[in-house]
């Protein structure tokens, strides 16, 4: 059994940060490649980026170095840092668990339970 509790979230003004955490128990061996994903209104869900066990970052292209990834392995937690906020990153952020690579998409074995994220203009 794997869980993913989410924290962090809420009501942002444009042009502020945010930090959002994600703790894994469970299975941590799952916890190797983790990522995080977004899902706005009417939207698909989709990546934002991912980090590996050693801290190693790579973000889908949308980012353009407003958001970035940390881990801390000892408490099995990874962090999303967002930056300069707009309402187009208005969206639920999930985080996930066990991230695999299949025909161009990232795939998680376990989500969490999603946090809203609401920045107002």
């Known amino acids: 059994q794997v869980q993913l509790v989410q924290s962090g979230g809420g009501l942002v003004q444009v042009g502020d940060s945010l930090k959002l955490s994600c703790a894994v128990s469970?299975?941590?061996?799952?916890?190797?490649?983790m990522g995080w994903f977004r899902q706005a209104p009417g939207e698909d869900r989709e990546y934002i980026g991912l980090?590996?066990?050693?801290?190693?970052?790579a973000f889908a292209d949308f980012v353009k170095g407003r958001f970035t990834m940390s881990r801390d392995n000892t408490k099995y937690t990874i962090y999303l840092e967002m930056n300069s906020l707009t309402p187009e990153d208005t969206a639920v952020y999930y985080c996930?668990?066990?991230?695999?690579?299949?025909?161009?998409?990232?795939?998680?074995?376990?989500w969490g339970q999603g946090t809203q994220v609401n920045v107002s203009s």
């Open positions: 996930g668990a066990n991230l695999q690579y299949v025909r161009g998409y990232y795939y998680p074995s376990y």
């Open positions: 469970g299975r941590t061996d799952m916890t190797v490649n």
């Open positions: 980090i590996t066990w050693n801290g190693d970052l």
